[in-house]
């Protein structure tokens, strides 16, 4: 066995995750020179080369960045056999990373977290909310709540649930515009977009009898967070697309009214993404298994 020393691998991973070696030595609290040999002598074990190194930052190479994969695997892995010899075996321990769109979160998401941290008090979660995309494997996130197609081969994908976009917008905006009939109609119309996938999502699909119409839409205002967009809605300033899992406390109390009840919209399915199959904590496993139980009830 060539690594003797896991220390060398907590060097390696904090060094990938902050860029250098003087920042990876404070987080670990050892000295810059110490990590510099630390790592020096990890090279000289494996007899590849880990980082490329300049004057500013440490860039990892194709070979570094396979073993601090496999790093955070073990860590892993190391801190669930911990867990299962020192506390109660049915017990679920430790961080859970969890990422996940600003509206689903707001809506739906806070009440079952909290309810599943009172199950499992040896948990603390740490919630990291927004709609911009997030590089899960890099940013060390142990499941993702996500809308769309899986594009990342590197992760595995468990559908959440398939929730069609509902076309709606509140009574007030309603009284003042009459409302659309046909998508083309939405033309005539201040349609509130967001950023979908990174990319503003401004052209609109329906169908009816299987035949698509596309719509590009406009309007005066557009966000990079979907939860205000239904802010927006619900104060009477234009028409909104959005995840009937999102909108339904607010289609349930008429604060928003569906429009276009004739029309079908695409499917946008929502998925937990994990970055690896090769090994689930079962902590991770028990909160995916647990939001699976909740949004089949919601369906």
Same mark, same amino acid.
């Given at each position: 066995?060539?690594? $003797? ?8 991973? !904090? ?29 000289? !074990? ?35 056999? $911990?867990? !299962? ?95 659309? !009939? ?21 052209? &609109? ?6 035949? &698509? ?17 239904? $802010? &927006? ?67």
């Amino acid at each position: 066995m060539k690594i $003797e020393n896991i220390t060398d691998l907590h060097v390696l991973v !904090q060094t990938a995750r902050l860029g250098t070696l003087t920042a990876a030595a404070l987080a670990l609290g050892m000295t810059p020179a110490a990590a510099s040999a630390t790592l020096k002598r990890l090279e000289t !074990q494996l007899g590849v080369r880990l980082f490329e190194r300049s004057t500013r930052v440490m860039r990892i190479t194709a070979q570094g960045q396979v073993l601090v994969d496999y790093a955070k695997r073990a860590f892993d892995l190391l801190a669930e056999g $911990e867990s !299962q010899v020192s506390a109660d075996r049915a017990a679920l321990v430790g961080t859970l990373r969890v990422a996940a769109s600003s509206d689903l979160t707001r809506t739906t998401l806070l009440p079952w977290l909290d309810e599943f941290l009172k199950m499992h008090q040896g948990l603390q979660l740490a919630l990291t909310v927004g709609d911009k995309p997030l590089d899960i494997v890099r940013d060390e996130v142990d499941v993702a709540l996500r809308y769309g197609a899986l594009v990342d081969s590197r992760l595995v994908a468990r559908v959440m649930a398939i929730p069609q976009p509902v076309l709606c917008a509140s009574p007030d905006y309603l009284r003042r515009h009459p409302a659309p !009939q046909t998508p083309r109609d939405l033309l005539q119309h201040n349609c509130l977009t967001f950023e979908r996938g990174g990319r503003r999502h401004r052209v &609109w699909r329906f169908a009816q009898n299987g035949q &698509w119409t596309e719509v590009r839409v406009n309007g005066d205002r557009s966000v990079d967070d979907a939860s205000l967009v239904r $802010e &927006w809605a619900l104060s009477g300033v234009g028409i909104v697309l959005k995840s009937a899992l999102d909108l339904r406390h607010d289609l349930a109390s008429g604060m928003l009214l569906p429009l276009l009840p004739d029309w079908e919209t695409e499917p946008y399915p929502l998925h937990a993404l994990l970055p690896s199959g090769r090994f689930v904590p079962s902590r991770v496993r028990a909160l995916v298994d647990f939001l699976v139980l909740k949004f089949e009830a919601l369906a």
